[in-house]
């Protein structure tokens, strides 16, 4: 058991340190989406969704965003900057939810 703790934990850390890696991209942050339906920005949905494996956040603003990002099995959110359009947060098993924040990406 302790084995299997230690590597969720690590595999915890490394995903979080990638994620937190996109942080680092500056632009302007709106928090919510601008009035476009998705089907008019090219993606599939504004805001969060998810496919039978994958997380997605969908950006229908024109500027990069600011997001929270719940993991599942971590016991802190994270937050990221993302841009306009479709991004992959990661899959289903790992991410449970996201949601645009206040803030500046920078």
Known sequence: ???TTSKLRLTAAAFSAALLAGTALTGSAHAAPEGKPATQTGIKACGYYETQT???YG???TAWVKIQVDIDWWFTDIKRCVPPGETHLGTTDEIDNAW???GTCG
Request: one cysteine or more; glycine letters at 8%; hydrophobic letters at 35%.
């Open 1 to 3: 058991m302790r084995k």
């Open 54 to 56: 994958d997380a997605y």
């Open 59 to 61: 950006h229908c603003g």
């Open 100 to 102: 645009a924040i206040e």
